[in-house]
């Protein structure tokens, strides 16, 4: 049974860090690229950043990018998001995403952003 099961999300003041994980299970992890989108209250999912199967690749929204890292472990069956600079419009549910003959979505992670 295929499992995506993110972790990591939480309250933080503006300006603080978080990192996200998501576990997988019941796929050949290394075989999937793997993404994080995010979903904001009353707007529609949006993508985050993708990570190749190997992790020498990744991509990320543009106004992201310096801010956020994502990073896998095959080892551990394990994607990251590293978000530092954390901003209130940051604030939503954040979802991993694996990509690959079959997509699969874990159940998101609240991250809240406010002083």
């Known amino acids: 049974q295929v499992q995506l099961v993110e972790s990591g999300g939480g309250l933080v003041q503006p300006g603080e860090s978080l990192r996200l994980s998501c576990a997988a299970s019941g796929f050949t992890f290394s075989s999937y690229v793997m993404s994080w989108y995010r979903q904001a209250p009353g707007k529609e999912r949006d993508f985050v950043a993708t990570?190749?199967?190997?992790?020498?690749?990744?991509s990320y929204a543009t106004s992201l990018k310096g801010r956020f890292t994502i990073s896998r472990d095959n080892t551990k069956n394990t994607v990251y998001l590293q978000m530092n600079s954390l901003k209130p419009d940051d604030t939503a549910v954040y979802y991993c995403?694996?990509?690959?003959?079959?997509?699969?979505w874990g159940q998101g992670t609240q991250v809240t952003v406010s002083s």
């Open positions: 995403k694996a990509i690959g003959s079959t997509p699969y």
């Open positions: 990570i190749s199967g190997g992790g020498t690749y990744t």
